[in-house]
């Protein structure tokens, strides 16, 4: 593995300790009918910051909706970035940065927040982002930056620091989000297997009202059926009809499955004891919260595409 080396002076974790970096938690929503929804960032891998997003309504998803994006930040006793001893010249300007990269979708950008001067005033700025439906895909990484955003006039003792416009010069923190099969309430899962269906479902839990949804149930789209076409958003081909219907086809199958097992769908019903995330959480949560009439059949088929037909 090359190590990073850098021939001008960098952020490091000197300088991190004096400077007075503070932000609010990364808030997520997404807007519909004009109002925002607040979607929950639940932490899965402690150790990398990494989460994934959650719509407890069981709406929002990153194809159908865009994806918001607020945080704040502070910052003070910055002057320590500034000089013989910083990172930049005494009269240069630094930026502050959101960069975020998006390797599924292979789209990457970069989001300015605010400048930084050499000054004794604090800073407080405002992050408020959109990004656009079908936009972000997979594992999105937002990294915090400190940026040369305007080249200073070197002093005698300068000549060592950064004076190149963009020149990166630090990040801040990284925060990594996961969207599609392992973020959304409905985990679909993009699959390449010639000769096989357009789509199927596997239910692969053991205990429902312990296993995580997420990780027990997969919707799966076969990229390498004929009739993909219909279901690539990038297609102009694309029928967002024949995407509710098997949406709905397959939360039918689960829930016809669970319903199969009397000793669990006593408790589903009922709603008690259930593990958070878990596949029982979430079928009464469909039933109790979105109203889905499961009491037959015919009932559970009518509501549940009743439910995708309003779904704008």
Not at 150 to 160: I, Q, R, V
């Amino acid at each position: 593995m090359a190590a990073n080396f850098s021939l001008f002076p960098v952020i490091n974790d000197e300088l991190l300790g004096k400077l007075r970096y503070q932000t609010s938690p990364y808030e997520l929503y997404y807007i519909r009918n004009d109002q925002e929804y607040i979607l929950r960032a639940e932490e899965i891998e402690s150790s990398v910051t990494v989460h994934k997003v959650i719509d407890d309504e069981g709406i929002w998803s990153p194809d159908d909706y865009s994806l918001c994006l607020r945080r704040r930040y502070s910052i003070r006793t910055y002057q320590c970035l500034f000089g013989e001893k910083g990172i930049a010249c005494k009269n240069a300007i630094l930026g502050l940065a959101l960069v975020w990269t998006s390797s599924d979708s292979k789209q990457r950008g970069v989001i300015p927040i605010g400048d930084i001067e050499n000054s004794s005033r604090d800073l407080e700025f405002l992050l408020n982002r959109e990004f656009a439906k079908a936009q972000l895909r997979g594992a999105v990484e937002f990294s915090t930056v400190i940026y040369l955003k305007s080249a200073g006039t070197p002093l005698w003792d300068e000549g060592h620091l950064a004076n190149d416009y963009g020149c990166l010069l630090g990040e801040l923190d990284k925060f990594i989000i996961k969207l599609d099969g392992d973020g959304s309430v409905f985990p679909m899962y993009e699959i390449n297997e010639p000769g096989q269906p357009l789509w199927y479902v596997k239910c692969e839990w053991d205990d429902p009202t312990y296993d995580q949804f997420s990780e027990s149930v997969s919707i799966n789209i076969n990229t390498a059926h004929k009739n993909y076409k219909y279901l690539d958003k990038t297609k102009r081909t694309y029928n967002d009809h024949l995407l509710k219907e098997i949406m709905s086809s397959a939360l039918i199958l689960i829930i016809t499955k669970l319903k199969e097992q009397n000793n669990y769908w006593d408790a589903t019903t009922i709603g008690e004891e259930l593990q958070r995330g878990s596949v029982s959480e979430a079928i009464y949560y469909f039933i109790n919260s979105l109203e889905w009439d499961v009491s037959s059949p015919e009932g559970m088929s009518l509501s549940i595409r009743k439910f995708f037909d309003q779904r704008t």
